[in-house]
């Protein structure tokens, strides 16, 4: 059976500061998605990353991919209160019946001024 | 380019009785699947379905069934509603060659 880890699940960092939330699978995945949930919200997707050393990079967030080790990062540079939420990643496993998706638990990003 | 909706937003049932909620994919999607969003947890996968189909299904009994209509759009349906049925239900959708998944919003379930 797949399973997602994230780590840490809570996280408070303080404005300006950098820090790295890791997410650790299981079994060779397809492709991982990180997301982000606001309180009371659906899904926002963030990242989709497809190979193995794939990085992508949007603002103050950062994700990487390194299949071979089963691990994908995302990195927060200089963070800013707007960025306070919970962040999911999430490993696609396509198999001859369909694909689905395994989230991690999730880590709950509190930022403060 | 409307994306994927979901309907209604918001529902309260009583234990025992039924649910059904309904998700319209985002055009040009071919494949819905239904999660499970309970409170401080990430989602969990209930079923997916194409071509009228429930192609995959996750550790969720019976009592979750579902449809797919003809043009796409999908009903999941939950009998026999417990409170640990409360929760955030999300359907997503995609095209079935491994395609990214686009969340709808979400319907809020709590069962009292």
């Known amino acids: 059976e797949l399973k997602v880890e994230q780590n840490p699940l809570f996280l408070s960092m303080q404005e300006g500061k950098n820090y790295t939330i890791y997410c650790n699978y299981s079994?060779?995945?397809?492709?991982l998605y990180w997301y982000r949930q606001d309180p009371g919200k659906s899904l926002e997707s963030l990242f989709v990353?497809?190979?193995?050393?794939a990085v992508k990079q949007e603002g103050r967030l950062m994700a990487s991919l390194d299949t071979k080790a089963r691990l994908s990062t995302l990195h927060i540079t200089a963070a800013v209160h707007d960025l306070s939420a919970t962040y999911f990643c999430a490993v696609d496993i396509w198999e001859t019946s369909g694909s689905r998706l395994t989230f991690g638990e999730g880590t709950q990003l509190t930022v403060n001024p | 380019d409307a994306g994927v909706t979901q309907s209604p937003t918001h529902l309260i049932k009583t234990r025992g009785q039924q649910v059904t909620l309904r998700c319209s994919p985002k055009?040009?999607?071919?494949?819905v699947s239904w999660y499970q969003q309970a409170l401080g947890q990430g989602p969990q996968f209930i079923f997916q379905y194409y071509e009228e189909e429930e192609r995959q299904r996750g550790n969720f009994p019976d009592r979750f069934s579902g449809h797919q209509f003809p043009n796409y759009s999908s009903e999941l349906n939950v009998n026999a509603l417990l409170l640990g049925d409360s929760a955030l239900y999300l359907c997503?959708?995609?095209?079935?060659?491994?395609?990214?998944?686009?969340f709808g919003q979400g319907t809020r379930l709590t069962v009292v």
């Open positions: 079994t060779t995945s397809d492709r």
């Open positions: 997503a959708s995609s095209l079935v060659e491994l395609t990214e998944a686009f």
């Open positions: 990353l497809l190979s193995n050393g």
């Open positions: 055009s040009g999607h071919d494949t």
